[in-house]
């Protein structure tokens, strides 16, 4: 039997399952009403992000990047009353996404 290949883990950048997380979990949340399930879709895209990170960047780089992303979801709200619900959710997104990037390709050459 042929092994099937993890798609997410293997070819998806980490910072697409970050903005996915931040995107999503809003999205959920907001369309269904139920903030748990928003929360369920955040968390389980933070680990998913976090452990993508860990294997191509390391642990500090994890970590930090891990923090980030916690640190624009308790930001988005705050920053949502000054200029709205969705436009701070893409903004939070944007600046995890470019630090995800950044990091992980700093990282691959340090390592090269």
Partial sequence: ???VQNV????A???LTAAGGLLGGYG?????????LGGAVL???GAGAA???????????AAALTGLYVAAFGGSHP???RIGAWPSVFAVTGVVAAASTVATALSGRAEA
Avoid: C
Avoid at 8 to 11: E, H, L, S, T, Y
């Fill in 51 to 61: 452990a993508q990170w860990h294997r191509r960047s390391g642990v500090r780089t």
């Fill in 79 to 81: 920053l949502a009353k």
């Fill in 28 to 36: 959920v949340a907001r369309w269904t009403g139920w903030r748990e």
């Fill in 43 to 45: 968390a389980v895209a």
């Fill in 1 to 3: 039997m042929a092994k």
């Fill in 13 to 15: 950048p980490a910072a």
């Fill in 8 to 11: 997410i883990a293997d070819g």
